[in-house]
């Protein structure tokens, strides 16, 4: 198999090949079999985003309809608030449920920004308030000499990775 998103490929299975002319041939036959591949997925695309379109065209006023409903329902609510839920967070009917959940969210207060409440976090030492998302940034590494690396554990290892490209305005369409 041979990766498609750039313009070198790294082989992962092995076609054996005789000779320079038989690599250059192999060569063509990918770049072919590429833009067949391309086609083919163009094609998908095309069928995909027709289907797409027409689920659009017939699913767009189902859900603006039951959205419009829901409004209602919600409208309705806030109207007989005071009488449908003076005793209970929930009117059960036959076909579905109305209610009201208590909730609370956690928001600056006025002129305070999230970014305020972090300094403050971190200048009172709160840091369980804190989300921190740490992992080994490799391209840092990759800059680092041997030594250093070794002192934290890590080693680079040099390898040769092989690649091959196709001439794409090369390959005959015809062909």
Known sequence: MVESKSKRKKPTNLHPVKDLAEANTVLAE??????????????Q?????????????????????????GTGLNAFSEYNKGKLFETKRSVELTFGVLGYRRSNEIAPKPKHT??????????????????VKEEVNKDVLKTWPDERLDLVGARRIEKDSFWFEVKEEE?????
């Open 114 to 131: 999230l970014a305020m409440i972090l300094g403050r976090l971190k200048d009172l030492s709160f840091a369980e308030a804190i989300r």
């Open 45 to 69: 695309q095309e069928e995909i985003d027709r289907i797409k379109a027409e689920t659009d065209a017939l699913v767009t006023p189902l859900e603006e309809r039951m959205e419009n409903m």
């Open 30 to 43: 990918i770049g072919m079999l590429d833009r067949e591949i391309k086609r083919i997925k163009a094609d």
């Open 171 to 175: 390959i005959n369409p015809g062909v």
